[in-house]
């Protein structure tokens, strides 16, 4: 296993059109997130899945944004009508939560979206 | 409003001088971790802290959780070029709950 592999690794698209980002996570790990990630900032939390169960979904995310994570395996991120505002790096992460407090997250490298 | 604070945000350094970052809450967690990211790629986990007051060394690194497990800091002694990165704090509050990431600390080491 290589790890967390994120496809596309960019996307440019304009503005108004949808776009659709995937995920595949370690094999064996149950958690998987997606955040969103602005040149000099944290990641931001947008979602995430326990197995195929969307567990929470940030309330700052539009309805634009939805995810899913079909079997529990590879996940997808949907942002629909773009904006310029969308433009950001797409982080996702997945973990093997097996007990309290040592969740380790390990991340792909990313998916960098702009919006003209 | 950020849960998760980190101070400096910027910090340019001399290669061979040490550091401290910070990271503060208003909020106790549960555990707090440190990753380090270098452009262009996913963050990378370099400690997790779990019980209050607990250190934790990696090399020159040197990690400490609060008392009251409301903050961290990690130390670093006599900077590397290699040490560039940005610096994130990330928690959970409670024990199954998500990760949530600071703001970040970005670090640069002059040769």
């Known amino acids: 296993d290589t790890g967390v592999s994120q496809n596309p690794r960019h996307k440019i698209t304009k503005r108004g059109q949808n776009v659709t980002f995937r995920c595949d996570p370690i094999?064996?790990?149950?958690?998987l997130y997606w955040y969103r990630q602005t040149l000099g900032q944290g990641p931001e939390f947008l979602t995430y899945?326990?197995?195929?169960?969307?567990?929470?979904k940030s309330r700052l995310l539009s309805d634009r944004f939805s995810a899913e994570r079909p079997k529990g395996s590879f996940s997808t991120l949907e942002i629909q009508r773009t904006e310029q505002g969308d433009s950001a790096m797409y982080l996702c992460?997945?973990?093997?939560?097996?007990?309290?407090?040592?969740?380790?997250?390990?991340f792909g490298s990313g998916t960098q979206l702009s919006v003209l | 409003t950020q849960l998760l604070e980190q101070s400096p945000q910027f910090l340019s350094i001399q290669e061979g001088e040490n550091l401290t970052v910070y990271c503060n809450s208003s909020?106790?967690?549960?555990?707090l971790q440190w990753y380090r990211q270098e452009p262009g790629e996913g963050p990378v986990l370099l400690v997790t802290?779990?019980?209050?007051?607990e250190v934790k060394k990696l090399k020159r690194l040197t990690f400490q959780f609060g008392d009251a497990r409301k903050d961290s800091s990690l130390h670093i002694t006599a900077a590397q070029p290699g040490d560039t990165g940005l610096y994130l704090c990330?928690?959970?509050?409670?024990?199954?709950?998500?990760?949530?990431f600071g703001p970040g600390t970005s670090l640069s080491v002059i040769p």
């Open positions: 992460a997945s973990s093997l939560a097996q007990g309290p407090r040592n969740e380790k997250l390990f």
């Open positions: 094999s064996e790990h149950n958690r």
């Open positions: 899945f326990q197995n195929e169960a969307q567990l929470e």
């Open positions: 909020s106790v967690f549960s555990s």
């Open positions: 802290v779990v019980t209050g007051g």
């Open positions: 990330a928690g959970a509050r409670t024990s199954y709950d998500k990760v949530i």
